[in-house]
């Protein structure tokens, strides 16, 4: 009877700390969320508080997106989001964070991000078009983009390749045109980057002139002279009335 008690009283404490596990799990699998300017919900984990970065990650952790409404379609991903008053800016794209968010059609990656974590879009099966990774990427995980095989052009803006691992382009078309930094080809296809053969330099640029109107209007921000292929991003901010 007293060993009865025992096991009983062993498999009460099991279950204590299972769903002390689940409860952490669900609570700490993100900081906080925010809505992107393409109308997704978006969730981070602050990653240094000093400093003011975050990384982008799936809501539900190990388990992904589940019981969360997946972002579908066009997604611009931000380069700062705002939380309690603070601006963060997102250095990170984290383990899994939109893995299987197969109804995504086309993602915009911030020129603030470092790193595309393991599995980060790894069976976004809805991706067509081009992937342009940012000249700020250093290092792209493993499976990263596994089975994204819809895009139909690679641009990389970084004159050193960034890191990766073999798997990171796995199920791609490996053919397909990877636009880089003009004088760069080399440098990628001497190491067969990411699987890839057909390296084309962007040996041109282009120049964005930006301008509010009215001109009392407000001011605009952002405009310069691009390499072929790098993302331009623009700013407004409005006067008071406008």
């Not at 969730?43 to 240094?48: E, F």
Request: hydrophobic residues 35%; glycine residues 10%; proline residues 5%.
């Amino acid at each position: 009877m007293k060993s009865l008690r025992l096991k009983r009283a062993v498999r009460a404490a099991l279950l204590v700390l299972l769903l002390s596990a689940v409860g952490m799990t669900k609570a700490y699998a993100y900081d906080f969320s925010a809505v992107c300017s393409t109308g997704q919900t978006l969730y981070y984990n602050i990653t240094d508080a000093e400093n003011h970065y975050v990384a982008l990650v799936a809501p539900a952790g190990w388990y992904g997106w589940y019981g969360y409404t997946e972002p579908t379609g066009d997604i611009v991903l931000p380069e700062t989001v705002q939380n309690d008053g603070i601006s963060y800016t997102v250095t990170s794209i984290g383990y899994r964070a939109f893995e299987s968010c197969s109804s995504l059609t086309s993602v915009e990656i911030p020129n603030s991000v470092t790193s595309i974590g393991e599995w980060a879009f790894s069976g976004c099966s809805g991706f067509t078009g081009s992937l342009t990774i940012p000249n700020s990427v250093t290092t792209i995980g493993e499976y990263a983009f596994r089975y994204c095989s819809g895009f139909t052009s690679l641009f990389c803006c970084t004159e050193t390749p960034p890191a990766l691992q073999s798997s990171s382009f796995d199920g791609w078309n490996h053919n397909i045109p990877v636009h880089v930094p003009c004088g760069s080809e080399e440098a990628y296809s001497s190491i067969s980057w990411g699987g890839f053969s057909n390296f084309i330099g962007m040996c041109s640029n282009y120049t964005v002139i930006v301008e509010a109107s009215p001109e009392e209007g407000g001011t605009v921000s952002g405009g310069g002279v691009f390499n072929y292929g790098e993302v331009c991003s623009l700013s407004a901010t409005p006067n008071e009335g406008y």
